[in-house]
């Protein structure tokens, strides 16, 4: 496979970093910090060390470099970028993204085509297109003036005919009884609806102005027996009034001894619930309540930089269900960038460990890991074990052991044997060892 033209290495380039961080502009693709860059570079073959560079300079280096000596790895990185797994959150921007690349890609002679679900980067068969267009060429030359106007004359004809086809069947159709039976239908329909709307224009008046009550009296007094809504919301959830929270209810205790047990570690290999984020005065204040409501509908990208449009605005000393709050749903790369953001309006280790599980909200893998390390160095210490195992998730194998470092120096000592076990679950062989080196302090990161 040949190299690709400036054009297209550019358009790559673009594409692969998101571009530039400080630029105002949608990034054609997503936005890879420099870990993310350094990680999907390598799964394509191509070994990028940003360092103290900018991203984008560095990985244009590299693909630079690439396009020279190997090319077949410029291919894998085209086709890795325009995986519809990268964008299942955005999967228009996947489009965006092949649309992107094909206008240039087309003029080198090459073409990201979908096949069984996946696009792949295909040459153009030149000789194909070439004999298609002589073929065209030789018709156009053989056919003759007069062959044109006989055809010209012919379509007119046949569009006379179809009009005044058209023009019987209206006609048919307009002198038909069904149809005026519906004709009368809707009309009367439109004109209930209208007569039902300044109905409810009149009481609104009535209201307004001579204290006459809006609704019948009798709906009045069933709504007054209906249950008032929960004040319990999740991250995306309106904010509410936190004046109203709803009463706390006492726990009831389990008197049966085998339920107990599943109470504790014991049942660890399950993914922890999130509790819900309650509303009231001591956990969310009015200002990041404010602040939520004009996320509102704010995703990706579009939710960042709004956070960060907001932050001026925001206490000084964000609490850890406030944190929540403001993320919302996002995940990955844009949970992050807005977690970045929101520690620099709390304190170092002042965010409550039981409320972390919240703030991490769905994230698994290696974005859990880079999040625990952003919210590390705010969670009040120190953290019991149990703390630790909800922050510590579902995660298994060399990611818990990555989950665990940001972590270890907060927790209280001595450990109980029920934590290590808690801590411990689902790790085995070398990461297992690796992560008891950890948690006792022989470990270096």
Not at 155 to 164: A, L, R, W, Y
Not at 238 to 265: A, I, R, W
Not at 422 to 433: A, E, K, M, V, Y
Request: include cysteine; charge should be positive; proline fraction near 6%.
């Amino acid at each position: 496979m040949g190299s690709f033209s400036i054009q297209t290495i550019t358009a790559l380039v673009n594409v692969a970093t998101g571009g530039s961080g400080n630029s105002d502009k949608e990034p054609i693709g997503i936005y890879r910090s420099g870990s993310q860059l350094e990680d999907f570079m390598g799964a394509a073959g191509l070994k990028l060390h940003i360092g103290s560079t900018s991203r984008v300079p560095a990985v244009r280096e590299v693909i630079n470099a690439a396009n020279e000596d190997d090319s077949d790895a410029i291919a894998r990185l085209i086709e890795q970028v325009a995986d519809p797994r990268e964008y299942l959150d955005c999967p228009d921007k996947c489009i965006a993204v092949v649309e992107y690349l094909n206008a240039r890609l087309i003029i080198d002679g090459y073409e990201l085509q979908k096949i069984s679900g996946k696009y792949k980067l295909v040459a153009l068969s030149k000789s194909k297109d070439i004999s298609h267009m002589e073929n065209v060429a030789d018709e156009q030359k053989a056919e003759k003036p007069e062959d044109k106007r006989e055809k010209l004359k012919i379509k007119s004809k046949d569009t006379k005919n179809d009009q005044g086809k058209v023009q019987q069947v209206y006609k048919k159709i307009k002198n038909h009884p069904i149809v005026s039976i519906l004709l009368i239908i809707v009309t009367f329909i439109i004109g209930l609806a209208a007569f039902l709307e300044s109905i409810g224009k009149l009481r609104q008046f009535g209201s307004k102005f001579f204290g006459i009550p809006s609704q019948p009296q009798s709906q009045v007094a069933s709504d007054a027996h209906k249950p008032k809504p929960s004040m319990i919301a999740s991250p995306d959830a309106s904010p509410v009034d936190p004046k109203h929270p709803l009463p706390k209810k006492e726990p009831k205790e389990n008197t049966n001894p085998s339920e107990k047990k599943s109470q504790g570690f014991d049942n660890i290999d399950s993914t922890p619930t999130l509790p819900p984020i309650r509303q009231s005065n001591s956990d969310i204040r009015k200002t990041v309540n404010v602040a939520a409501t004009a996320l509102q509908g704010e995703t990706t990208s579009n939710r960042v930089r709004s956070v960060e449009a907001l932050l001026s605005n925001l206490p000084e000393n964000l609490n850890a269900r406030e944190i929540a709050l403001l993320a919302g749903s996002e995940t990955t790369s844009h949970r992050e960038q807005i977690l970045e953001l929101l520690v620099k309006r709390t304190k170092l280790s002042s965010l409550a460990p039981e409320d972390i599980p919240l703030i991490l909200g769905t994230e698994t893998t290696s974005n859990r890991e880079r999040c625990i390390r952003i919210i590390a160095p705010y969670i009040r210490p120190p953290i019991t074990g149990k703390h630790a195992v909800d922050i510590l998730g579902s995660e298994s194998h060399s990611y818990r052991v990555g989950c665990l470092w940001p972590i270890v120096a907060l927790l209280q000592r001595p450990i109980s044997k029920t934590e290590v076990e808690g801590i411990l679950r689902n790790t085995s062989g070398s990461d297992r060892s690796e992560a008891i080196k950890v948690l006792f302090g022989q470990a270096k990161e």
